[in-house]
T-cell receptor, first 114, second 113 residues
Framework: DTEVTQTPKHLVMGMTNKKSLKCEQH?????MYWYKQKAKKPPELMFV???????INESVPSRFSPECPNSSLLNLHLHALQPEDSALYLC?????????????FGPGTRLTVL | DQQVKQNSPSLSVQEGRISILNCDYT??????FLWYKKYPAEGPTFLIS?????DKNEDGRFTVFLNKSAKHLSLHIVPSQPGDSAVYFC????????????FGSGTKLNVKP
Protein backbone atom coordinates (compact mmCIF):
# COMPACT_ATOMS: atom_id res chain seq x y z
CA ASP A 1 0.00 0.00 0.00
CA THR A 2 1.65 3.22 -1.19
CA GLU A 3 -1.31 5.46 -0.60
CA VAL A 4 -1.39 8.83 1.05
CA THR A 5 -4.91 10.13 1.57
CA GLN A 6 -5.98 13.73 1.98
CA THR A 7 -9.26 15.29 3.03
CA PRO A 8 -11.09 17.27 1.97
CA LYS A 9 -10.51 17.15 -1.78
CA HIS A 10 -11.80 20.70 -2.22
CA LEU A 11 -12.20 23.50 0.31
CA VAL A 12 -13.61 26.99 -0.05
CA MET A 13 -13.18 29.32 2.90
CA GLY A 14 -13.52 32.95 3.78
CA MET A 15 -10.68 35.03 5.17
CA THR A 16 -12.09 34.86 8.70
CA ASN A 17 -12.70 31.10 8.75
CA LYS A 18 -10.75 28.42 10.57
CA LYS A 19 -10.38 25.11 8.79
CA SER A 20 -8.08 22.11 8.80
CA LEU A 21 -6.58 19.88 6.14
CA LYS A 22 -5.92 16.25 6.99
CA CYS A 23 -3.43 13.74 5.68
CA GLU A 24 -2.99 10.06 6.52
CA GLN A 25 -0.57 7.30 5.54
CA HIS A 26 -0.24 3.70 6.69
CA UNK A 27 3.10 2.84 5.15
CA UNK A 28 5.01 3.17 8.41
CA UNK A 29 6.74 6.27 7.10
CA UNK A 30 8.34 8.51 9.72
CA UNK A 31 8.64 11.70 7.69
CA MET A 32 5.63 13.71 6.53
CA TYR A 33 5.50 16.88 4.47
CA TRP A 34 3.23 19.74 3.50
CA TYR A 35 3.71 21.39 0.12
CA LYS A 36 1.88 24.25 -1.58
CA GLN A 37 1.57 24.21 -5.35
CA LYS A 38 0.37 27.05 -7.54
CA ALA A 39 -0.64 26.50 -11.14
CA LYS A 40 2.28 25.74 -13.47
CA LYS A 41 4.77 25.93 -10.59
CA PRO A 42 6.70 23.20 -8.76
CA PRO A 43 5.60 22.05 -5.32
CA GLU A 44 6.88 24.46 -2.69
CA LEU A 45 7.93 22.93 0.62
CA MET A 46 6.17 24.32 3.70
CA PHE A 47 6.80 21.95 6.62
CA VAL A 48 8.51 18.66 7.37
CA UNK A 49 7.83 16.41 10.34
CA UNK A 50 10.41 13.77 11.14
CA UNK A 51 9.52 11.18 13.79
CA UNK A 52 6.56 13.38 14.78
CA UNK A 53 8.72 16.42 15.44
CA UNK A 54 8.75 19.54 13.27
CA UNK A 55 12.13 19.51 11.54
CA ILE A 56 11.68 22.05 8.75
CA ASN A 57 9.55 25.20 8.63
CA GLU A 58 10.26 27.09 5.42
CA SER A 59 9.38 30.48 6.94
CA VAL A 60 5.69 29.86 6.49
CA PRO A 61 3.31 32.57 7.82
CA SER A 62 1.73 31.74 11.18
CA ARG A 63 -1.73 31.61 9.65
CA PHE A 64 -0.66 28.08 8.65
CA SER A 65 -0.17 25.80 11.66
CA PRO A 66 0.94 22.18 11.22
CA GLU A 67 0.27 19.37 13.65
CA CYS A 68 1.40 15.76 13.73
CA PRO A 69 -0.78 13.90 16.28
CA ASN A 70 0.90 10.56 15.54
CA SER A 71 3.16 8.92 12.99
CA SER A 72 0.28 8.28 10.55
CA LEU A 73 -1.50 11.61 10.68
CA LEU A 74 -0.62 15.13 9.63
CA ASN A 75 -2.87 18.16 9.89
CA LEU A 76 -2.59 21.69 8.57
CA HIS A 77 -4.68 24.22 10.48
CA LEU A 78 -5.69 27.31 8.55
CA HIS A 79 -6.78 30.64 10.02
CA ALA A 80 -7.22 34.11 8.58
CA LEU A 81 -5.94 33.13 5.16
CA GLN A 82 -5.55 35.52 2.24
CA PRO A 83 -6.84 35.04 -1.32
CA GLU A 84 -3.24 34.52 -2.49
CA ASP A 85 -3.11 31.40 -0.31
CA SER A 86 -5.44 29.70 -2.78
CA ALA A 87 -3.51 26.73 -4.15
CA LEU A 88 -3.24 22.95 -4.23
CA TYR A 89 -1.95 21.70 -0.87
CA LEU A 90 -0.08 18.45 -1.12
CA CYS A 91 0.85 16.08 1.64
CA UNK A 92 3.68 13.58 1.20
CA UNK A 93 5.40 10.95 3.27
CA UNK A 94 8.70 9.08 3.13
CA UNK A 95 10.55 6.51 5.19
CA UNK A 96 12.71 9.18 6.78
CA UNK A 97 16.44 8.98 7.24
CA UNK A 98 17.19 6.76 4.26
CA UNK A 99 19.69 7.72 1.58
CA UNK A 100 17.26 6.51 -1.07
CA UNK A 101 14.16 8.05 0.49
CA UNK A 102 11.30 8.53 -1.93
CA UNK A 103 8.34 10.77 -1.27
CA UNK A 104 4.83 9.53 -1.90
CA PHE A 105 2.28 12.24 -2.49
CA GLY A 106 -1.40 12.42 -1.76
CA PRO A 107 -3.90 13.74 -4.32
CA GLY A 108 -3.98 17.16 -2.70
CA THR A 109 -6.59 19.55 -1.35
CA ARG A 110 -7.65 22.31 -3.72
CA LEU A 111 -8.07 25.37 -1.46
CA THR A 112 -9.89 28.53 -2.52
CA VAL A 113 -9.84 31.55 -0.21
CA LEU A 114 -12.53 34.12 -0.92
CA ASP B 1 17.40 31.00 -6.80
CA GLN B 2 16.18 27.73 -8.25
CA GLN B 3 18.74 24.96 -7.83
CA VAL B 4 16.92 22.47 -10.05
CA LYS B 5 15.88 23.68 -13.47
CA GLN B 6 13.79 22.27 -16.26
CA ASN B 7 14.27 24.68 -19.11
CA SER B 8 11.67 23.20 -21.45
CA PRO B 9 8.16 23.98 -20.22
CA SER B 10 6.63 21.68 -22.81
CA LEU B 11 7.46 18.85 -25.19
CA SER B 12 5.39 17.23 -27.91
CA VAL B 13 6.23 13.75 -29.22
CA GLN B 14 4.60 11.28 -31.58
CA GLU B 15 3.34 8.02 -30.11
CA GLY B 16 5.95 5.27 -30.37
CA ARG B 17 8.89 7.67 -30.52
CA ILE B 18 11.32 8.55 -27.75
CA SER B 19 10.59 11.33 -25.26
CA ILE B 20 13.60 12.99 -23.66
CA LEU B 21 13.03 15.28 -20.70
CA ASN B 22 15.94 17.25 -19.34
CA CYS B 23 16.87 18.64 -15.96
CA ASP B 24 19.86 20.68 -14.79
CA TYR B 25 21.02 21.37 -11.28
CA THR B 26 23.50 23.76 -9.74
CA UNK B 27 24.33 22.29 -6.35
CA UNK B 28 27.09 19.67 -6.32
CA UNK B 29 25.86 18.47 -2.91
CA UNK B 30 22.84 16.81 -4.52
CA UNK B 31 23.31 13.05 -4.42
CA UNK B 32 19.86 11.60 -5.13
CA PHE B 33 17.55 12.48 -7.99
CA LEU B 34 13.96 11.56 -8.72
CA TRP B 35 11.41 11.98 -11.48
CA TYR B 36 7.72 12.43 -10.77
CA LYS B 37 4.75 12.42 -13.11
CA LYS B 38 1.71 14.56 -12.41
CA TYR B 39 -1.72 14.41 -13.99
CA PRO B 40 -4.10 17.38 -13.58
CA ALA B 41 -5.90 17.50 -10.23
CA GLU B 42 -3.72 14.72 -8.81
CA GLY B 43 -0.60 14.62 -6.65
CA PRO B 44 2.79 13.81 -8.20
CA THR B 45 3.48 10.10 -8.66
CA PHE B 46 7.00 8.74 -8.19
CA LEU B 47 8.42 7.38 -11.43
CA ILE B 48 12.11 6.56 -11.14
CA SER B 49 15.17 7.62 -9.18
CA UNK B 50 18.95 7.54 -9.42
CA UNK B 51 21.73 7.81 -6.89
CA UNK B 52 24.82 9.86 -7.68
CA UNK B 53 26.96 6.72 -7.58
CA UNK B 54 25.26 5.56 -10.79
CA ASP B 55 24.97 7.10 -14.23
CA LYS B 56 21.97 5.14 -15.44
CA ASN B 57 18.87 3.51 -14.01
CA GLU B 58 16.27 1.70 -16.02
CA ASP B 59 12.72 0.61 -15.23
CA GLY B 60 10.72 -0.72 -18.13
CA ARG B 61 10.14 2.04 -20.66
CA PHE B 62 11.76 4.64 -18.41
CA THR B 63 15.50 5.30 -18.15
CA VAL B 64 17.17 8.06 -16.21
CA PHE B 65 20.68 9.18 -17.10
CA LEU B 66 22.90 11.22 -14.79
CA ASN B 67 25.89 13.25 -15.95
CA LYS B 68 27.49 14.55 -12.77
CA SER B 69 30.21 16.55 -14.45
CA ALA B 70 27.60 18.47 -16.43
CA LYS B 71 25.13 18.52 -13.51
CA HIS B 72 22.51 17.22 -15.87
CA LEU B 73 19.99 14.42 -15.81
CA SER B 74 17.51 13.24 -18.37
CA LEU B 75 14.51 10.96 -18.48
CA HIS B 76 14.00 8.81 -21.57
CA ILE B 77 10.64 7.24 -22.31
CA VAL B 78 10.68 4.61 -25.03
CA PRO B 79 8.27 4.02 -26.67
CA SER B 80 6.12 6.99 -25.71
CA GLN B 81 2.41 6.35 -25.22
CA PRO B 82 -0.53 8.78 -25.10
CA GLY B 83 -1.04 7.85 -21.43
CA ASP B 84 2.40 9.31 -20.71
CA SER B 85 1.01 12.78 -21.39
CA ALA B 86 1.47 14.61 -18.07
CA VAL B 87 3.71 17.12 -16.33
CA TYR B 88 7.08 15.67 -15.34
CA PHE B 89 9.03 17.08 -12.41
CA CYS B 90 12.60 16.29 -11.56
CA UNK B 91 13.69 16.59 -7.94
CA UNK B 92 16.98 16.43 -6.07
CA UNK B 93 18.12 15.93 -2.52
CA UNK B 94 21.36 16.57 -0.64
CA UNK B 95 23.25 13.86 1.21
CA UNK B 96 23.14 15.76 4.51
CA UNK B 97 19.42 16.48 4.50
CA UNK B 98 17.24 13.51 3.59
CA UNK B 99 14.02 15.41 4.20
CA UNK B 100 14.39 18.33 1.85
CA UNK B 101 13.65 17.80 -1.83
CA UNK B 102 14.20 20.49 -4.45
CA PHE B 103 11.84 20.42 -7.42
CA GLY B 104 12.21 21.71 -10.95
CA SER B 105 9.41 23.73 -12.52
CA GLY B 106 8.16 20.81 -14.63
CA THR B 107 7.89 19.88 -18.30
CA LYS B 108 4.51 19.20 -19.83
CA LEU B 109 4.74 16.20 -22.15
CA ASN B 110 2.14 15.70 -24.85
CA VAL B 111 2.27 12.36 -26.68
CA LYS B 112 0.24 12.54 -29.87
CA PRO B 113 -1.54 9.42 -31.13
Amino acid sequence: DTEVTQTPKHLVMGMTNKKSLKCEQHMGHRAMYWYKQKAKKPPELMFVYSYEKLSINESVPSRFSPECPNSSLLNLHLHALQPEDSALYLCASSQGGSSTDTQYFGPGTRLTVL
Amino acid sequence: DQQVKQNSPSLSVQEGRISILNCDYTNSMFDYFLWYKKYPAEGPTFLISISSIKDKNEDGRFTVFLNKSAKHLSLHIVPSQPGDSAVYFCAARMRDNFNKFYFGSGTKLNVKP
